[in-house]
């Protein structure tokens, strides 16, 4: 038994034991003869041990259990008595690791959940020993929490028998207890940041099993937590699983977006993804990592109170910088923008949805973008469409940042306000409205593809008509079609084209827009209501 961080470690080596042993205890107390005993009681449980994936019945089931209640409560019993003699209760403790790392073997068969659950006792017992005094044994309890809650395995399992397991598990706060456990965890020591990284697992385990448990999850310390440990400078595997945990925390539920607004999270991302401003990751780990800060960030701007915490944090002007240098950040800062700019937002299947209430802080966010001078940053990038950094990257695709910058030029001309949106309206009266030029090009670019999908969609509608049992499956191939063709950013080119011609210099509509070709185009009922209402204004211009 060595003494480490506060705590006893057993000695796992036999032979080392049995000479600790024999070198502290020179004579045979009563109180040893009692701790023999109750040894001797399990010895005969042994077998277990042994026991194979084929084996597993209710009957084992339930003898582990029993086996691992007797377990916890000699230790217990040991350590109550003799606290200060380390030796004395080391045995016990090698015992209880021993019977944790058998158990292992029950996630095997999660149709036998159901029986696991109904020992309340022995499952109170094993997550008390999460705040155990030897974190050793605190570890053994997440390893084996991992195996049992592995998602492949319960989800191919029967609900009603991994159901009571996991109701167990929420109604005892067990999130909250496997925080507290990695407060005390020291990661300097292999074994237990080798256990932060296994509670990590479990945290997103559940969230795969159970995402409408989200909420309740982060209401139980572990993103205070995350916070927290995101913030330490050094990179490690541990700080990759934080920011893949938090992602995930903050796509699931509004709540949680709201939650990290309100702890300043916003701020401690803006900090941590600063260090890239000037430095590529170093590593692609390193690199995956910024880019799921970045989702992070992303996430939280869906919601308006964000995009003001995030504009009151210089995110603007973080994001602008990272476009002027072209590291890796450059890339994902325009989605960052998109978020934090639009009121219309990209969603994953290329779709998109509208922020009604989130329009005066992304008005703010436009403004502020145009003053901190981001007009000469994200137009060479509108004129020629940045490539993405490379294949081996996660970062986003040169098709996505294409579609990035469609989306904030667009947001610039229509939530910019006074002064701003005229520095905005300037930009395409430059060199002979070259800008305006590469709109156009960029409609018929985007045109054309979703002319190709519609003719796709249109032969898919006809097997519907044949086939009318397969129609809502064709349903949502169809509507998957026609967002990946780029139907989204289709208009809002073309909304930018009506905003300039409404609002621009008067040789850009005469010179550019009024040409038959580019207004045969414009198509659709939403965009066909759009040019009758800014006809409307156009005509209320003219009489003012």
Known sequence: MVQQNGHYRPITNQNHMSDAIHSSLPLWS????????????IDGEEELGMVSEDDITESIVRKMCSLLEKRILANQEARTKFPDQPTKFMDSEVELQETLESMQILSANPNLYGVLAAQSRPLHLLIGLLSHDNTDISVNVVDLLHSLLEPTGLKDADPGAVGPLLDFFFSNQLVQLLTQNLARLDESVRDEAEGVHTTLGIIESLLDIRPEMAVTIAQQGIYAWLLRRIQRRQFDKNK??????????????????????????????????????????STREEAEMMYNLFDCLCSTLMLATNKDKFLKGEGVQLMNLMLRERHAARDCAL???????????????????????????????????????????????????????????????????????ISIVAALLRQCTGQFLQRVLAKFTENEHEKVDRLVELHFQ????????????????????????????????????????????????????LDIAVNGQPSVSTLRLDSQEVTASLHSAFLLQLRISLFICKLLKWYW
């Open 446 to 497: 985007y045109h054309d593809r979703v002319t190709k999908a519609n003719a796709k969609i249109e032969s898919l509608r006809q097997v519907r008509r044949r086939r009318t049992y397969f129609s809502e499956e064709l349903e949502e191939i169809v509507e998957l079609k026609r967002m990946d063709s780029g139907l989204l950013s289709l208009q809002l080119i073309d909304v930018s084209l």
């Open 240 to 281: 990759l699983y934080v920011s893949e945990v938090l992602s995930i925390l903050l796509q699931l539920d509004d709540a949680n977006k709201t939650r990290l607004g309100d702890m300043d999270g916003i701020d401690v991302l803006l900090q941590q993804l600063a260090v890239y401003k000037r430095h590529d990751p």
């Open 30 to 41: 009563h109180a040893d003869e009692e701790l023999a005993a109750a040894s001797a009681r």
């Open 335 to 405: 989605k960052v923008l998109d978020y934090a700019m639009s009121v219309v937002v990209p969603t994953e299947g290329g779709g998109a949805f509208l922020l009604s209430e989130g329009e005066a802080a992304a008005a703010a966010n436009c403004n502020k973008f145009v003053e901190v001078l981001g007009l000469r940053t994200i137009f060479p990038l509108f004129m020629h469409s940045p490539q993405a950094k490379g294949k081996s990257l996660p970062g986003p695709t040169s098709a996505e940042m294409e579609e990035h910058i």
